[in-house]
């Protein structure tokens, strides 16, 4: 066994590609890097690996010396860090939630609208008797009795929904109704239902409309009602005579729209009545007639259809969706679900305590009383525990400080550990989910190495101005100017304002500067020099003094810009130390790096297996 052992860590070391300061590098963690990050000269494998291996090593010592110098404890760091673990915390938990499904399931539904009555029982105060009363009415459905005349329950009209028009449990008992068929009795929070399926059809999509409203005041007389109804009927007779929709609206209309002229209407937004006029005019700019709602009289105009979507591989549409199922609370009820198997996974285990005690030094906690004194009840407390977390009755007061809305207690705990349950499970979420360490790591990595470049390199080079200088000095040769041209860059909104204004330089060529100041705002003008083929256009430029260009519009298509050449160049000629300086910088951050990377390789010492190196194929 011993040698079985040994020959298991031998095996282990010998896949040691190379180590830096005694930390070893695996074959296969190279490799992986390597084919991650595809050399541009793949006709020669051979280099493009022993380039590879020399960037890589580079980036280790790199990261190590950002680790050692602790880097990674800055605030922004951090900070970066966190969100990103928290994206891929969201995604995997939107994945074990099956989000995908509940997108492509709120798509099918999406496709048709259903017109639903329903029979309702109220129990706001007698709860039994409304149970047993809907039960009655369920059985005699299933009998295929239907409601007495003389019975005081009637099926009213709930009007067509659509996905998302109802909480997410009464749209699944809804969709799986066929015409005719009606649920199970549905407990709400005020009372008992039982919806019928009366017809289906294709869905209809979204309305915008204008609309005017003539409110008739609860409590109004039928000779006032009488009186609205004409003033409506006037109106309609105007618009259909010539006037204006929008005038009549401004003059008549005691609707407001947020501000707007006009509304969106999906299936099951307003009332069946409302709903049944919108969706019955046929073309864009119809106007229907005054029909009369719970509210008043209304005239609608139709401003455009917006059909539903019936390409399922319409990603924008199906983006819509996704987030509409993000906020509704199909999502939230999916990881509900997902909650014990987390507790099992997190290791919860529940302590134990006193809840009448609790109940009490909570309510004292959150009132501002005096504290009660118990044995085992302190802010300390531990209420329970996961594998690397103790949670207390601290944390339980925070979080019910947090709480707009609050159950008793023991309804509050049972959220609580949801709750802390979840944040848990995301949080370590590395440790359930075997492909997120490596992501975080990676992106870890790559965020402490531009903090390391930027202060060894970066910055170091590009505020070393003796260094800079220095090496200008050594360097001229590389620092010239090739041949080209001293030109005026001048960029308008318009063409014809761009045309006026090379008009007027070719007029005025040593006035360009008051010409396009004159336009303010308008023009844009710049001088500089540019070397032959870096003028910022596409078409030729002839490099001639005086030389204007013709406007051309550019890529945004929001303006056009046109050069004059005040002066032309036929030689290479020295830049100054000013004009080479960002090409400086560049320079001399590369023999910055290099210094660095020498006194990286002296604090961890590189060793490469060879032998490994050269069984990479």
């Given at each position: 066994?011993?040698?079985?052992?040994?020959?298991?860590?031998?095996?282990?070391?010998?896949?040691?590609l190379?180590?830096?300061?005694g930390?070893?590098v695996?074959k296969?963690?190279?490799?992986?890097?390597?084919?991650?990050n595809?050399?541009?000269?793949?006709?020669?494998?051979?280099?493009a690996?022993?380039?590879y291996?020399?960037?890589?090593?580079?980036?280790?010592?790199?990261?190590?010396?950002?680790?050692?110098?602790?880097?990674?404890?800055?605030?922004?760091?951090?900070?970066?860090?966190?969100?990103?673990?928290?994206?891929?915390?969201?995604?995997?938990?939107?994945?074990?939630?099956?989000?995908?499904?509940?997108?492509?399931?709120?798509?099918?539904?999406?496709?048709?609208?259903?017109?639903?009555?329903?029979?309702?029982?109220?129990?706001?105060?007698?709860?039994?008797?409304?149970?047993?009363?809907?039960?009655?009415?369920?059985?005699?459905?299933?009998a295929?009795?239907?409601?007495?005349?003389?019975?005081?329950?009637?099926?009213?009209?709930?009007?067509?929904?659509?996905?998302?028009?109802l909480?997410?449990?009464?749209?699944?008992?809804a969709?799986?109704?066929?015409?005719?068929?009606?649920?199970?009795?549905?407990?709400?929070?005020?009372?008992?239902?039982?919806?019928?399926?009366?017809?289906?059809?294709?869905?209809?999509?979204?309305?915008?409309?204008e609309?005017?409203?003539?409110?008739?005041?609860?409590?109004?007389?039928?000779?006032?009602?009488?009186?609205?109804?004409?003033?409506?009927?006037?109106?309609?007779?105007?618009i259909?005579?010539?006037?204006?929709?929008?005038?009549?609206?401004?003059?008549?209309?005691?609707?407001q729209?947020?501000?707007?002229?006009?509304?969106?209407?999906?299936?099951?937004?307003?009332?069946?009545?409302f709903?049944?006029?919108?969706?019955?005019?046929?073309?864009?700019?119809?106007?229907?007639?005054?029909?009369?709602?719970?509210?008043g009289?209304?005239?609608?105009?139709l401003?455009?259809?917006?059909?539903?979507?019936?390409?399922?591989?319409?990603?924008?549409?199906?983006?819509?969706?996704q987030?509409?199922?993000?906020?509704?609370?199909?999502?939230?009820?999916?990881k509900r679900?997902?909650?014990?198997h987390?507790?099992?996974?997190?290791?919860?285990?529940?302590?134990?305590?006193?809840?009448?005690?609790?109940?009490?030094?909570?309510?004292?906690?959150?009132?501002?009383?005096?504290?009660?004194?118990?044995?085992?009840?302190?802010?300390?407390?531990?209420?329970?525990?996961?594998?690397?977390?103790?949670?207390?009755?601290?944390?339980?007061?925070?979080?019910?400080?947090?709480?707009?809305?609050?159950?008793?207690?023991?309804?509050?705990?049972?959220?609580?550990?949801?709750?802390a349950?979840t944040?848990?499970?995301?949080?370590?979420?590395?440790?359930?989910?075997?492909?997120?360490?490596?992501?975080?790591?990676?992106?870890?990595?790559?965020?402490?190495?531009?903090?390391?470049?930027?202060?060894?390199?970066?910055?170091?080079?590009?505020?070393?101005?003796?260094?800079?200088?220095?090496?200008?000095?050594?360097n001229?040769?590389?620092?010239?100017?090739?041949p080209?041209?001293?030109?005026?860059?001048?960029?308008?909104?318009?063409?014809?304002?761009?045309?006026?204004?090379?008009?007027?330089?070719?007029?005025?060529?040593?006035?360009?500067?008051?010409?396009?100041?004159?336009?303010?705002?308008?023009?844009?003008?710049?001088?500089?020099?540019?070397?032959?083929?870096?003028l910022?256009?596409?078409?030729?430029?002839?490099?001639?003094?005086?030389?204007?260009?013709?406007?051309?519009?550019?890529?945004?298509?929001d303006?056009?810009?046109?050069?004059?050449?005040?002066?032309v160049?036929?030689?290479?000629?020295?830049?100054?130390?000013?004009?080479?300086?960002?090409?400086?910088?560049?320079?001399?951050?590369?023999?910055?790096?290099?210094?660095?990377?020498?006194?990286?390789?002296?604090?961890?010492?590189?060793?490469?297996?060879?032998?490994?190196?050269?069984?990479?194929?």
């Open positions: 066994m011993l040698a079985s052992l040994s020959a298991m860590i031998g095996a282990a070391h010998a896949q040691t190379f180590t830096y300061g930390k070893p695996s296969e963690e190279f490799i992986q890097a390597f084919n991650k595809p050399a541009t000269d793949t006709t020669n494998r051979k280099t690996l022993q380039n291996l020399d960037l890589y090593i580079n980036y280790k010592l790199k990261v190590q010396d950002a680790y050692d110098e602790k880097l990674n404890n800055n605030d922004e760091y951090r900070n970066e860090s966190d969100n990103f673990k928290k994206q891929l915390a969201d995604a995997a938990v939107n994945n074990e939630a099956n989000l995908n499904r509940l997108v492509e399931e709120a798509y099918q539904r999406s496709q048709k609208d259903l017109n639903l009555n329903q029979i309702f029982i109220p129990a706001t105060t007698d709860t039994v008797a409304a149970y047993k009363k809907i039960n009655e009415i369920y059985a005699a459905l299933k295929g009795k239907a409601l007495s005349g003389n019975d005081t329950v009637k099926e009213t009209p709930v009007g067509y929904i659509t996905a998302f028009t909480p997410y449990d009464v749209e699944n008992m969709y799986a109704l066929k015409p005719g068929e009606f649920t199970a009795p549905y407990h709400s929070s005020v009372g008992y239902h039982i919806f019928i399926l009366k017809a289906e059809r294709p869905a209809l999509g979204r309305r915008r409309i609309q005017i409203l003539f409110t008739v005041p609860p409590g109004s007389s039928e000779a006032e009602k009488a009186a609205v109804a004409r003033t409506a009927d006037s109106v309609y007779q105007l259909q005579n010539g006037t204006s929709f929008t005038a009549m609206q401004s003059q008549f209309s005691s609707q729209q947020n501000g707007k002229a006009d509304i969106e209407v999906s299936v099951g937004q307003y009332s069946p009545d709903e049944k006029e919108v969706f019955a005019l046929q073309k864009e700019g119809d106007v229907s007639k005054p029909f009369q709602t719970a509210y009289y209304n005239i609608i105009k401003i455009q259809k917006i059909p539903v979507t019936i390409d399922p591989n319409d990603l924008a549409s199906k983006g819509v969706l987030q509409k199922v993000e906020e509704d609370d199909r999502l939230e009820l999916a679900k997902l909650v014990q987390w507790k099992t996974q997190t290791g919860y285990k529940p302590s134990t305590y006193d809840t009448a005690s609790l109940w009490k030094y909570t309510d004292s906690a959150l009132n501002s009383m005096q504290l009660p004194a118990y044995k085992t009840i302190n802010k300390n407390t531990v209420l329970f525990s996961f594998a690397r977390q103790k949670i207390t009755v601290a944390d339980w007061l925070q979080y019910l400080n947090q709480q707009t809305v609050k159950d008793p207690y023991p309804e509050m705990m049972k959220q609580f550990v949801n709750y349950t944040n848990y499970y995301k949080n370590h979420i590395e440790d359930f989910n075997t492909a997120i360490k490596p992501q975080v790591d990676e992106f870890n990595n790559a965020n402490l190495l531009f903090a390391a470049m930027d202060k060894h390199v970066w910055t170091k080079a590009s505020q070393d101005s003796a260094g800079l200088l220095k090496y200008y000095n050594a001229k040769e590389k620092y010239k100017w090739a080209g041209a001293d030109a005026v860059v001048i960029s308008a909104g318009s063409k014809q304002v761009a045309d006026e204004v090379a008009a007027k330089i070719k007029a005025n060529p040593a006035n360009w500067r008051a010409i396009t100041d004159s336009y303010g705002s308008l023009v844009q003008a710049d001088s500089s020099r540019f070397e032959k083929d870096q910022p256009l596409k078409g030729a430029v002839e490099l001639q003094q005086g030389y204007i260009s013709a406007p051309e519009q550019n890529d945004a298509q303006g056009y810009t046109f050069v004059y050449i005040t002066k160049h036929t030689q290479p000629e020295q830049r100054s130390f000013e004009d080479a300086r960002g090409l400086v910088i560049n320079d001399y951050q590369q023999v910055v790096e290099a210094k660095w990377i020498d006194e990286l390789k002296k604090k961890y010492p590189v060793v490469i297996n060879q032998q490994m190196f050269a069984s990479i194929k």
